[in-house]
């Protein structure tokens, strides 16, 4: 698959706008968020590579101005509202950067992209690998962030209370278009996931969030193919917990190595699992409407791509899904919500208290 996979009404006066300002409540201090991953949280480093990104109407309908800016959804991505919640602006896309900028960015940098993966053979003819965004990020510590961090001590003090957002792996698991879904790929995964964080931490990140794999067998790309019809795909969701099973073990097993490592571990599949069964699941009043079918296209027929003539659902704040595999902003809006206030989606506690 050569694109990544990979509520709300307005219920509670804790549920945070769409034209999100920075949180009232205290928070503790976090300089800055580093984003590696995939399409869930890419914001527009897929536009500056050839194969290009959803950098076309109706995505981003529902951002800024309604433009388009190579999300893969209608509006505001996840790591878009975490940053909203951690009182920091938006993280630019690395490739978006000129040289100038890139010496003055202090808030942090999106390196995720669209249609990638853990490992480096995932769709690398058309994305940049996890390898080579980490690669990216060891640039920015040499030779960019150095411009306005003359001290080593202040640069290593900044890195460390930082947050690293993870979300990637989907992609892994439909290599060519053949789903990998037993445990030995599972452990592998796991492994291959591991030693990325560990170059991480040897630059200096120590506090990671980090996505499990959403289940994927309940995308609309997915689900249309089952019957009944909309019905999520049982053997893809299994072959997925394989890997989600044991990833929370796995970062306990690196904090207990590494000193200074913390994490959050945020059950992306767990959200996804249970708002596609009930869309009012984690708020008290009304919610998602539609929990399978995309907004883009407003139809179940055809292959179901959003393309640059698509006409999207009207109402988006009612549909989980904007396109075949990518959640809506309003979903987005209400992970982050959660996993910002909540222990319910982030564990051991919520981002509040990291």
């Given at each position: 698959?050569?694109?990544?996979?990979?509520?709300?009404?307005?219920?509670?006066?804790?549920?945070?706008?769409?034209?999100?300002?920075?949180?009232?409540?205290?928070?503790?201090?976090?300089?800055?968020?580093?984003?590696?991953?995939?399409?869930?949280?890419?914001?527009?480093?897929?536009?500056?590579?050839?194969?290009?990104?959803?950098?076309?109407?109706?995505?981003?309908?529902?951002?800024?101005?309604?433009?388009?800016?190579?999300?893969?959804?209608?509006?505001?991505?996840?790591?878009?509202?975490?940053?909203?919640?951690?009182?920091?602006?938006?993280?630019?896309?690395?490739?978006?950067?000129?040289?100038?900028?890139?010496?003055?960015?202090?808030?942090?940098?999106?390196?995720?992209?669209?249609?990638?993966?853990?490992?480096?053979?995932?769709?690398?003819?058309?994305?940049?690998?996890?390898?080579?965004?980490?690669?990216?990020?060891?640039?920015?510590?040499?030779?960019?962030?150095?411009?306005?961090?003359?001290?080593?001590?202040?640069?290593?003090?900044?890195?460390?209370?930082?947050?690293?957002?993870?979300?990637?792996?989907?992609?892994?698991?439909?290599?060519?278009?053949?789903?990998?879904?037993?445990?030995?790929?599972?452990?592998?995964?796991?492994?291959?996931?591991?030693?990325?964080?560990?170059?991480?931490?040897?630059?200096?990140?120590?506090?990671?969030?980090?996505?499990?794999?959403?289940?994927?067998?309940?995308?609309?790309?997915?689900?249309?193919?089952?019957?009944?019809?909309?019905?999520?795909?049982?053997?893809?969701?299994?072959?997925?917990?394989?890997?989600?099973?044991?990833?929370?073990?796995?970062?306990?097993?690196?904090?207990?190595?590494?000193p200074g490592f913390t994490f959050i571990h945020a059950d992306l599949?767990?959200?996804?699992?249970?708002?596609?069964?009930?869309?009012?699941?984690?708020?008290?009043?009304?919610?998602?409407?539609?929990?399978?079918?995309?907004?883009?296209?407003?139809?179940?027929?055809?292959?179901?791509?959003?393309?640059?003539?698509?006409?999207?659902?009207?109402?988006r704040n009612t549909h989980l899904f904007f396109d075949q595999n990518?959640?809506?902003?309003?979903?987005?809006?209400?992970?982050?919500?959660?996993?910002?206030?909540?222990?319910?989606?982030?564990?051991?506690?919520?981002?509040?208290?990291?």
């Amino acid at each position: 698959m050569k694109t990544c996979y990979l509520t709300l009404c307005f219920v509670l006066a804790s549920v945070l706008p769409l034209s999100s300002t920075a949180p009232s409540y205290p928070t503790k201090h976090t300089p800055a968020l580093y984003v590696f991953g995939d399409s869930l949280v890419d914001c527009g480093n897929n536009n500056h590579l050839p194969t290009g990104g959803p950098s076309f109407l109706p995505y981003g309908i529902d951002f800024m101005h309604g433009k388009p800016t190579g999300r893969a959804t209608n509006g505001k991505t996840v790591a878009d509202f975490l940053a909203i919640h951690l009182g920091l602006p938006l993280t630019p896309p690395y490739l978006g950067l000129s040289k100038h900028h890139r010496n003055k960015v202090r808030t942090g940098i999106n390196y995720a992209s669209a249609g990638s993966g853990v490992l480096p053979d995932t769709n690398n003819d058309t994305s940049l690998t996890l390898d080579k965004q980490i690669k990216f990020f060891h640039r920015t510590i040499k030779h960019n962030l150095p411009k306005t961090f003359t001290e080593n001590e202040e640069l290593e003090k900044h890195i460390s209370e930082s947050l690293f957002f993870v979300s990637t792996g989907v992609n892994d698991y439909f290599h060519n278009g053949t789903f990998r879904g037993n445990k030995s790929f599972a452990f592998f995964l796991l492994r291959e996931i591991t030693l990325r964080i560990k170059r991480m931490y040897s630059l200096g990140a120590r506090k990671f969030l980090v996505n499990n794999i959403p289940p994927a067998g309940c995308f609309p790309s997915k689900a249309i193919h089952t019957r009944p019809i909309g019905k999520c795909d049982g053997k893809i969701n299994k072959g997925i917990t394989f890997y989600n099973k044991r990833l929370h073990e796995v970062l306990h097993q690196l904090q207990s190595k590494l000193p200074g490592f913390t994490f959050i571990h945020a059950d992306l599949y767990g959200f996804l699992k249970k708002m596609r069964q009930n869309g009012s699941y984690y708020v008290l009043f009304a919610g998602i409407v539609e929990t399978w079918k995309p907004c883009c296209p407003n139809t179940i027929y055809g292959d179901l791509k959003c393309q640059p003539r698509s006409v999207p659902c009207a109402n988006r704040n009612t549909h989980l899904f904007f396109d075949q595999n990518h959640p809506s902003q309003i979903a987005n809006q209400e992970y982050a919500r959660l996993c910002f206030n909540e222990k319910i989606i982030c564990k051991p506690w919520g981002l509040k208290l990291f």
